[in-house]
């Protein structure tokens, strides 16, 4: 028998419940029509004279991780209008220009990704996300995207995917009985793998570009950490989108905030490119970002809590989710979130961050590269955000030049990035004081 908890809801372990006054009827599992947080199902329940409303489950909302997709993604409107804006011009005939989303880790780019994924796919487009990975050509990075989404296609589109007019690098995208993918090309006319790889990977987009415009849609190309291709991969895929005339074909990217200095210097093309920064979350939208996933299980936060939270967090999406992933566990189901519940979970969101975000990277340097980045460090706190690479070698006690090769093998361990010619920065937020507290208790 379930008891009462100030006289309002239940006691521990079921207490969102929202009482409500009802002239009989029972009714289980019915859908909850709120759009924002449709997919939740509630029971009803009566007892002492009312009805209550109950949450089926009541599951931590909150998504601390690398990709993991936030229950709301809080104020990135003006970000995916612009994907919506990209898919009208497309459609209307008229050519776009890639897309790149450049920010530090942890700001909500791979989000943004997936988000844009949805939308193509809601309007029928071939649309596929890839995360680009050490030595990964371009032309494998699209073979992927686009086997992984043929599967999806339906109609005339579908059968043309399917006909094995799609090839690329000796390979010929075909339907099986496992779904689409790509296989060793047979037929004598088809090009080695051997072969350059630009010409290549412009045909099949050509081709494929021609196939969704005859069936009304486009071809979407989600492509993450694009920091990670080689210099010439990188040329080769600019080049490609350069190369097209008005197929249906857009890149929609994302990276390290190096990203644009590398790709201008791999391809002048890359100036047509839009860059949008993604940075930290303002404060309303913060606040939404903690609250309103709560507020679809009926839970609720105090005032205090959030304003602790948000402030602790500085719009910075993964310390949001973080924090308020401790505080909801915290809380062990109490209806309200209260400042105690932020505070006393202060300590293990804290362990996560070290255990999970930091010390991962940092554990992954030698004695020579955590020694720079010790000394990089050093020079960041309390609150600089970047700072020149000379002052560091400086700081090190040796010429730019032989430290030099310490500092790029720190870069292309995606730790540090160079955001402006000699200029260095963490590509972590908060991790210039881990690095000095932790070098500092290692002095001990
Ligand atoms: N707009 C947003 N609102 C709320 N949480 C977000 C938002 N964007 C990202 N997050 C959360 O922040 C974390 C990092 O997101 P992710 O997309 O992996 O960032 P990035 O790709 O820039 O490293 C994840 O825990 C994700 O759930
Ligand atoms: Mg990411």
């Given at each position: 028998m379930t008891t009462i908890d100030g006289g309002l809801g239940f006691a521990?372990?079921?207490?969102?419940l929202v009482p409500r006054a009802s002239t009989g009827g029972v009714e289980y599992a019915s859908q909850n029509k709120n759009r924002k947080h449709k997919d939740l199902v509630y029971y009803k329940v009566f007892e002492h004279g009312w009805w209550y409303r109950l949450p089926m489950n009541l599951l931590n909302p909150y998504t601390p991780g690398a990709g993991t997709r936030p229950a709301l993604l809080a104020g990135r409107d003006s970000q995916t209008a612009l994907v919506r804006n990209l898919a009208d011009q497309v459609q209307a005939g008229r050519t776009a220009n890639p897309l790149i989303y450049v920010g530090l880790r942890g700001m909500g780019k791979t989000s943004l990704l997936y988000a844009a994924r949805d939308l193509f796919r809601e309007r029928g487009w071939l649309a596929g996300y890839f995360e680009v990975r050490r030595n990964v050509e371009p032309g494998i990075a699209v073979q992927h995207i686009i086997a992984d989404s043929a599967q999806l296609s339906t109609g005339m589109f579908r059968a043309a995917l399917a006909n094995g007019g799609h090839r690329i690098g000796g390979m010929k995208l075909t339907l099986g009985p496992a779904g689409f993918s790509f296989e060793v090309d047979t037929d004598r006319r088809a090009v080695s793998p051997?072969?350059?790889a630009f010409p290549a990977l412009v045909a099949f987009l050509r081709t494929l570009g021609a196939d969704a415009r005859a069936n009304g849609v486009g071809v979407a190309l989600l492509i993450d950490?694009?920091?990670?291709?080689r210099k010439r991969d990188l040329a080769v895929l600019i080049q490609a989108l350069s190369a097209l005339d008005d197929e249906p074909i857009v890149l929609i990217g994302a990276g390290l905030p190096g990203l644009p200095a590398d790709m201008a210097k791999a391809n002048t093309y890359a100036e047509r490119f839009r860059f949008e920064g993604i940075g930290p979350l303002n404060d309303p939208d913060a606040r939404e970002a903690v609250v309103s996933p709560a507020f679809g299980q009926g839970i609720m936060w105090d005032e205090g809590a959030v304003s602790h939270l948000v402030a602790e967090a500085h719009g910075y999406p993964y310390f949001l989710q973080l924090y308020a992933s401790e505080a909801w566990v915290a809380a062990e189901g109490a209806r309200t979130i209260t400042l105690k519940h932020v505070q006393v979970s202060a300590d293990a969101a804290q362990r996560q961050l070290s255990v999970g975000l930091y010390a991962a990277r940092y554990d992954r340097l030698s004695d020579k590269e955590r020694e720079y980045v010790d000394a990089m460090a050093a020079l960041m706190?309390?609150?600089?955000a970047r700072v020149g690479s000379g002052a560091v070698a400086r700081n090190l006690g040796k010429s730019l030049s032989v430290v030099a090769p310490v500092r790029d093998r720190v870069i292309k361990k995606g730790i540090v990035h160079s955001p402006a010619f000699g200029m260095l920065e963490f590509s972590v937020p908060g991790f210039a004081s881990y690095v000095v507290a932790r070098s500092s208790t290692a002095d001990l």
């Open positions: 521990r372990g079921s207490r969102s051997a072969a350059d950490e694009l920091q990670l291709f706190l309390p609150d600089v």
